[in-house]
């Protein structure tokens, strides 16, 4: 489903070059939840994001269902995200105006999915539902803890029903209790939607959930 | 059309999220608009004052002259009949729409000056009237000694300042040299019979030098028989019907024929360029206002733009296009920019209803013809206003959008919360 080949990424970051990919390759199958491990610096984010089709490798092939996305250009990246791929983000990112069922019901306008309204509102309370906020639809975001919204985040990216899910550190930011729920919250949903997920992380003691781990350092995979 | 109302829904959410930058920005919007609707509102006291004023004198609501291509010089008619009168399709189209004219044959004629035996200075308009039709409507006019005797076909009045100048008195003769239909230059002896004085605004004696405007009027009838012209044929007609729904009809029938047609107000402008120079005041500060929104509201969109970096970054991490970016940032500015407009007109209505009163501008208020000014809003001002409100806030947000739509969402994630 998804075949990163030999990727490199390097940044300059002054007069330094900064070589967070070196040469990664791996491969990810549908249904997996992949953990990307490795402590900060290691490449993690750069790796979600060329997966994620955020950024763009200097060397290697990305494949993603087929097709080496490496060439498409910023409008087929922008549609290939809306429609393929969901987002959780480290802190959240929830859009601020909007209530937690317009901030799910968001990416439905971006992918400008064709659903009758009775629908949408079934799948997104639905969502609602399973990420437990069935109490909280007319909140916004500053009126919810860190973890209700990374809840929120989750069900917004699977409202499109993508075939991955790219949870970067989604733990970061919550305490470890709430942290673990969050996980065992993205297995569930990878069990239930048969959704791919694959998630980066520092933190040891929520691999457990993970059907499969990939160790970074240094920009390379360490097994 | 759901997303229209997405994109119109989140546009709303986030202008309330920025009161602070909104009011800055209003409080310009409402500047410029104000100074554009106060300077549509001069213009157009000065029009109507201009109209009432002059619709009571000699050149009537409006009128339509044969006289074209003179430089519109309204001291000194052309001392040839034109080579085209009034055309019948304009004559018959205000027979048909029952629209209230008068038939004239004006030109330009020099007077022999009995007292010192000379043509100096002498120089003077003389117009063929429909008495009996148009007196009644000139309003402005006070005849001080005789009166127009509708019994005598060579009875003449002329201007009070004139008949000083000729010494000339009731019952005197004034002759008259015209250049008739053959283009020869005749004298016509006509008979005193009344001096009019022509009444001026408060101030506008001062001002407006209506002193070069020597008129003889004598009967239409007798003037059109003397020069030759055809019966009912005309140099001009007077318009004194205030119906200005055929006003434009006749403007129209007018150029096909090359005819020149004014409004009271056009040839105040033209003598003074008082309208002209309104609408450069009026102009001039609405740029000035625009420029300083242009600058201010710049600034104002790139804090915006560092503000919003994670929110727009986002939007295109989940798959959101460049397009989408935006029509979202140019929603909330046409929707902001609406909004203000909006709250300006009624802040405009509300101090026009506060001096419904109207102002005195003293010795200023020759703009008005002397008339008090009201500061209704005037509505062909709204679009052009809100138009160029938009345009510049467009103007002004133009690169923060650009740059809105080339962010790098990863650049965006480094650190922070949304």
């Known amino acids: 489903m998804i075949a990163l080949k030999n990727v490199k990424k390097t940044y300059t970051l002054g007069k330094t070059e900064v070589h967070a990919l070196r040469g990664v390759s791996l491969e990810i199958r549908k249904g997996d939840f992949v953990c990307v491990m490795g402590p900060s610096g290691s490449g993690k984010s750069t790796l979600l994001n060329i997966v994620g089709c955020l950024d763009r490798p200097n060397d290697g092939e990305v494949v993603i269902n087929g097709t080496n996305v490496i060439s498409l250009d910023r409008n087929s990246l922008a549609d290939l995200r809306a429609s393929a791929i969901g987002f959780i983000f480290q802190s959240f990112n929830l859009i601020p105006v909007l209530n937690v069922y317009e901030n799910i019901e968001f990416p439905l306008y971006i992918k400008k999915e064709k659903i009758s309204e009775a629908d949408k509102k079934d799948r997104i309370m639905r969502l609602i539902g399973e990420v437990g906020l069935t109490e909280y639809v007319n909140h916004k975001p500053d009126e919810l803890s860190g973890g209700q919204r990374q809840r929120v985040a989750i069900a917004r990216a699977l409202v499109t029903k993508p075939q991955i899910v790219l949870a970067d550190e989604p733990t970061a930011n919550l305490d470890s209790e709430t942290a673990r729920q969050i996980v065992r919250l993205m297995r569930q949903l990878n069990d239930e939607e048969q959704v791919t997920f694959v998630f980066s992380t520092h933190d040891q003691s929520i691999t457990e959930y993970a059907t499969s781990i990939h160790r970074l350092k240094d920009g390379a995979l360490a097994n | ?418």
């Open chain 2, 1 to 418: 059309m759901q997303w229209v109302q997405h994109i119109l829904k989140l546009s709303l959410r986030n202008i309330r999220r920025h009161p602070v930058k909104n009011v800055l920005t209003g409080v310009m919007i409402l500047l410029s608009s104000l100074a554009f609707f106060f300077s549509a509102s001069l213009s157009k006291n000065s029009e109507l004052g201009w109209r009432g004023f002059l619709g009571k004198t000699f050149l009537g609501h409006y009128h339509v002259t044969a006289y074209a291509g003179l430089d519109r010089d309204y001291s000194f008619s052309s001392y040839y009949l034109p080579d085209a009168y009034i055309p019948d399709e304009l004559t018959r189209y205000l027979d048909e729409n029952k629209v209230e004219y008068a038939r004239r044959v004006k030109l330009g004629a020099v007077v022999y000056n009995r007292d010192k035996g000379e043509f100096e200075n002498t120089l003077c308009t003389v117009i063929g009237m429909d008495m009996d039709a148009e007196l009644k409507k000139l309003t402005n006019m006070d005849i001080v000694q005789g009166k127009y005797d509708p019994s005598n076909p060579n009875g003449a009045l002329i201007w009070k300042e004139y008949a000083d100048f000729l010494k000339l008195k009731v019952g005197d003769e004034i002759t008259v040299f015209l250049r008739d239909v053959d283009n020869g230059n005749y004298p016509y002896t006509f008979t005193v019979t009344g001096i009019y004085f022509q009444k001026e605004g408060s101030n506008i004696q001062d001002k407006a030098y209506l002193r070069i405007f020597p008129l003889v009027l004598v009967p239409y009838r007798q003037l059109t028989t003397l020069l030759g012209v055809e019966p009912d044929r005309a140099t001009e007609i007077a318009i004194w019907d205030f119906d200005e729904r055929h006003s434009s009809a006749v403007r129209s029938i007018a150029k096909k024929h090359k005819m020149e047609f004014m409004y009271g107000e056009e040839i105040f402008a033209i003598i003074f360029g008082t309208v002209d120079f309104l609408h450069f005041l009026g102009g001039f500060l609405g740029v000035i206002i625009l420029t300083i929104l242009v600058v201010s509201t710049l600034n104002i969109n790139m804090i915006s733009f560092f503000e919003r970096q994670k929110e727009i970054g986002t939007i295109i991490a989940i798959g959101g296009r460049a397009r989408w970016v935006v029509t979202l940032l140019v929603s909330e500015l046409v929707t902001f920019s609406t909004v203000a407009v909006i709250i300006s007109i009624v802040i405009y209505l509300g101090l026009s209803a506060a001096m419904s009163m109207g102002v005195d501008f003293g010795e200023s208020s020759v703009l008005f013809a002397g008339n008090r000014f009201y500061m209704g809003l005037v509505g062909k001002s709204v679009l052009p206003t809100y138009v160029t409100i938009v345009v510049t806030m467009l103007v002004s947000a133009l690169y923060p959008i650009y740059l809105s739509t080339r962010i790098n969402p990863v650049d965006t994630f480094r650190e922070g919360e949304l």
